[in-house]
């Protein structure tokens, strides 16, 4: 975490911003690199950012990667569609169709020996060795399989060579040592970081001073979003109105992830 660019004016921040984008689109272009989307504030952020950084560089805008981890919330869905006919993006939805065709709603159990052998060997990579798991996209397996094993075989599967995400050092103590550009294995890419130095409040200041379009969940309280019915609201006013000094941004998500997120990011989830 570097408190210098953090103390930056939020114009300041947006060139800086711009000028990771646009490294990173020199050393991978547009072909080779992804961005991943959630639907939330800090990934249409990015979106913006890169969409602004297209339009002066004058080239194509990258895909986007949705990682539907098969307990997303409806308006999201709706924000998602929403934002790709507005900017008219290139909107890929990634998940792992082999563990949702086994389950029907959160909690139900899953046979592991049922699974495909991809799914199969990422357990065993991670330590479960149960013969059932229950389905939760926010437990360890759960987020494994539903958002990191779905990635990652997109990132195979198309040649991708770095993936952008809305990621933010204030965000989560697991960030807080995360750098611009970060190199990764298994598979083999570059994770690219732009919005590092942003604050959860310019994150919404941006969003207001440059009319960037945002998911109606926060006005209604929401400050951070994740699986449907595991993120729930910390207060009833609007996220951006709410003390992000007092409570804190993720307090809503489900805690047993936020305990293990270091271990997650070491397995490659976001």
């Given at each position: 975490m570097d408190e210098k660019l953090m103390n930056l004016s939020l114009e300041e921040k947006v060139k800086k911003s711009k000028e990771i984008i646009m490294q990173a689109l020199e050393l991978f272009g547009n072909e080779k690199l992804v961005?991943?989307?959630t639907g939330g504030k800090d990934s249409t952020l990015l979106v913006w950012l890169f969409r602004e950084v297209c339009r002066e560089m004058n080239i194509k805008m990258p895909r986007l990667m949705f990682i539907n981890e098969g307990a997303v919330f409806e308006e999201v869905l709706e924000f998602v569609d929403y934002v790709k006919n507005l900017w008219n993006l290139e909107i890929v939805e990634v998940k792992n169709d082999d563990v949702l065709s086994k389950v029907k709603k959160l909690g139900d159990k899953i046979k592991v020996s049922e699974l495909n052998e991809r799914n199969r060997k990422e357990l065993e990579r991670i330590g479960f060795k149960g013969e059932y798991f229950i389905f939760n996209p926010e437990s360890f397996e759960g987020n494994h399989l539903m958002k990191t094993v779905p990635m990652n075989i997109f990132i195979e599967e198309n040649g991708i060579e770095a993936v952008a995400t809305g990621i933010r050092w204030d965000e989560q103590e697991a960030r807080a040592d995360e750098v611009y550009f970060s190199p990764r294995e298994n598979p083999k890419h570059m994770r690219v970081h732009p919005i590092l130095h942003f604050r959860e409040r310019d994150v919404w200041d941006a969003i207001f001073k440059?009319?960037?379009?945002?998911?109606?969940?926060?006005?209604?309280?929401?400050?951070?979003?994740?699986?449907?019915?595991?993120?729930?609201?910390?207060?009833?006013?609007?996220?951006?109105?709410?003390?992000?000094?007092?409570?804190?941004?993720?307090?809503?998500?489900?805690?047993?992830?936020?305990?293990?997120?270091?271990?997650?990011?070491?397995?490659?989830?976001?």
């Open positions: 961005v991943a989307f440059y009319k960037i379009p945002f998911n109606k969940l926060y006005a209604q309280g929401y400050r951070s979003l994740g699986a449907k019915y595991t993120t729930k609201k910390v207060d009833n006013k609007p996220a951006w109105e709410q003390d992000m000094e007092k409570i804190p941004e993720r307090a809503g998500r489900a805690q047993d992830k936020e305990n293990i997120m270091r271990r997650l990011r070491e397995l490659g989830y976001m």
